[in-house]
């Protein structure tokens, strides 16, 4: 049995709302520079599902996976967070105080 699938749902909805981390993990680790929108679908102990879109007109689906396999709930958010580091980075995005530079925080 798949030890972080059951997390999936509630993992998926916290990071529904960090849009611009979902980008940059599409832009980044998807190879999908051109996405304009991105939402966090699912993840599992190999990786993660985000789905995208280009401008409302191109739509796709993306499996990101993890560099190791998560064996633990304990692991997911050091991992993303880790990630989102990397692509944020990589694509030249500054964070500010925790928060990417220009994510919306309602």
Do not use: C, W
């Not at 997390?7 to 304009?36: C, P, Q, W």
Request: charged letters at 30%; hydrophobic letters at 35%; proline letters at 4%.
């Amino acid at each position: 049995m798949d030890p972080i699938a059951p997390h999936s749902a509630s993992i998926s909805a916290y990071m529904s709302v960090h849009e611009a981390t979902n980008l940059a993990y599409v832009r980044y680790f998807g190879k999908k520079d051109n996405a304009t929108k991105a939402t966090f679908k699912s993840l599992d102990a190999n990786g993660f599902i985000i789905e995208y879109s280009v401008n409302n007109t191109e739509k796709g689906e993306v499996f990101i996976p993890f560099k190791t396999n998560l064996t633990k709930r304990e692991e997911i958010r050091p991992v993303l967070e880790a990630m989102a580091k990397e692509a944020e980075e990589a694509l030249g995005l500054v964070r500010e105080r925790g928060k990417q530079k220009g994510e919306n925080v309602n």
